[in-house]
């Protein structure tokens, strides 16, 4: 084979080995993006709750009225996050709503019930408890920013 013909091919191999590395790098980017913008649109939807926590306002049925506002958030990230954190986020989503509770609630009289009596006893216990399963719904995609 010539010279000419050789440099040609690896001329050619370089050009398509870039090709691939861009449009592979480009997809990885837009992926990242897509994913990053549904972890702030999920962590938002929980924003009014945790402003409620710190600042002592909530209400009896804070937490049940955004509980509608939480599984739409949660149902609309989880298709595109990895395997991985859709076990995780589903595990925490579980835990929040009592799936498979001993009490008998459904999950919106379980949220209701949990996050009701953190108000109507004064036992720091329950109110931790709460705090810790709303907590652990919220930041389990903390990882994917």
Known sequence: MET???LT???FVVVLFGYIAVHRLSDWRSKRTELRTAVIAY?????????AISNNSFAINTFTIALQLHESAVDTIRPILPE???RKLQEAWDEYRGKDNNLGFDDF??????????????????FYDFKKRFHNLHSCLDKLK
Not at 43 to 51: R, W, Y
Not at 115 to 120: E, G, K, N, R, V
């Open 4 to 6: 000419k013909t050789i």
């Open 109 to 126: 009289g379980f949220v209701q019930a949990t996050s009701a009596t953190f108000m109507l006893i004064d036992d720091k216990k329950h």
């Open 84 to 86: 991985d954190y859709q």
């Open 9 to 11: 091919l690896i001329g």
């Open 43 to 51: 962590k938002s939807a929980f924003a009014p709750e945790i402003a």
